[in-house]
């Protein structure tokens, strides 16, 4: 595709619920990220895919946080029993390659947890 | 390990005055360097990028980028702000090692334009 692409755009969600947030990067991308921002902060860093190998995920806050990318192209972030405190947007981005290629990002989608 | 910070949450300049955003990294490493900024509402945008070819590093819209290894600095700058400058920038550390990739955001400055 010409970007990369997420969704939902938006998802509101009750405490409790399991959500999975999608990411579609950009064809032929080997490296994928998945990024939390909370409100005011900066992206933090979840967890990293180079193709289907999920080779960091320490920036996980909890078991309750799950990422996969079965084929090697589209990922998945499922966030099971959200809580509050989840509430934030999430980045997915993607390189061609490893080393110094520049990021894409998505345009996130915000999860807020009532 | 490797980290990066940004020395000033908000940044306000009048228009057509210089800017200057502060980031200053730590890495085991030589790192690869970036800035990104993000309007709202909008994605994240690469601005500039550092990979050890040139100290001074020229990115869009006017903005430029200096890495100082004896200081482990690596400052915005844009000789004259313009309205639509008005955003939050991130300065970003890359560890350039194939496995572990890891990208590291600094908290993000936000840039007001005075009028």
């Known amino acids: 595709g010409a970007g990369v692409s997420q969704s939902p755009r938006y998802k509101v969600a009750k405490r409790g619920q399991d959500v999975a947030l999608r990411c579609d990067p950009i064809?032929?991308?080997?490296?994928l990220f998945w990024y939390q921002q909370a409100l005011g902060q900066g992206p933090e860093f979840l967890t990293y895919?180079?193709?289907?190998?999920?080779?960091?995920k320490s920036g996980l806050p909890s078991d309750r946080f799950f990422a996969e990318r079965p084929e090697g192209s589209v990922s998945t972030l499922k966030i099971q029993r959200t809580q509050q405190e989840d509430s934030a947007v999430y980045l997915c981005?993607?390189?061609?390659?490893?080393?110094?290629?520049?990021?894409?990002f998505g345009s996130g989608t915000q999860l807020s947890v009532l | 390990a490797q980290s990066v910070t940004q020395l000033d949450s908000h940044v306000s300049v009048s228009e057509g005055t210089p800017v200057l955003l502060r980031c200053n990294y730590s890495?085991?490493?030589?790192?690869?360097l970036f800035w990104y900024v993000q309007h709202p509402n909008k994605g994240l945008q690469l601005l500039l990028k550092?990979?050890?070819?040139?100290?001074l590093v020229k990115g869009i819209n006017g903005f430029e980028a200096e890495f100082k290894k004896s200081e482990t600095s690596f400052h915005l700058t844009k000789p004259s702000a313009h309205m639509s400058d008005a955003a939050e920038y991130f300065c970003?550390?890359?560890?350039?090692?194939?496995?572990?990739?890891?990208?590291?955001f600094g908290k993000g400055t936000r840039l007001h334009i005075l009028p």
């Open positions: 895919f180079q193709n289907e190998a999920q080779l960091d």
């Open positions: 970003v550390v890359r560890r350039p090692m194939n496995r572990d990739d890891k990208i590291i």
């Open positions: 550092y990979t050890s070819a040139a100290t």
């Open positions: 064809s032929g991308h080997v490296s």
């Open positions: 890495s085991s490493y030589s790192p690869s």
């Open positions: 981005a993607s390189s061609l390659a490893t080393r110094n290629e520049k990021l894409f």
